[in-house]
């Protein structure tokens, strides 16, 4: 299993940018595997931000994004998205995506849950 984040840049406070997650499986079912999305910044703890659970299709947010930032995915492309609106300075971190073959989502976004990372993309929000 591989994860390839990508789509992070420079963005103004109060505007959007999307994210995704591009899965490389082999000889598995993509919707076995729920994709998690955790952000990073420099002396910080990992925080987990959302997460889709393709068992019920309910979608998990941590209080920080809640509102602002959207989950979806496009099984024909086996790709998750995050779609981020109304960002903030305090959105400015690296940006991971994870799974793990569950169709349930980790409670509590514990990272230790999900056995396979993506290698992370950086998002910036400075006017």
């Known amino acids: 299993v591989q994860l390839q984040a990508s789509g992070g840049g420079l963005v103004q406070p109060g505007g959007s940018l999307r994210l995704s997650c591009a899965a490389e499986?082999?000889?598995?079912?993509?919707?076995?595997?729920?994709i998690a999305w955790f952000r990073q910044t420099p002396g910080k703890e990992r925080e987990g931000i959302a997460c889709?659970?393709?068992?019920?299709?309910?979608?998990h947010y941590a209080d920080s994004v809640k509102g602002r930032f959207i989950v979806s995915r496009d099984n024909a492309k086996h790709t998750e998205y995050l779609q981020m609106n109304n960002v903030k300075p305090e959105d400015t971190a690296v940006y991971y995506c994870a799974t793990h073959q569950s169709r349930f989502c980790s409670s509590g976004f514990d990272p230790t849950t999900y056995l396979f990372w993506g290698q992370g993309t950086l998002v910036t929000v400075s006017s």
């Open positions: 499986f082999t000889g598995v079912f993509f919707n076995d595997y729920v």
């Open positions: 889709h659970s393709t068992s019920d299709g309910i979608k």
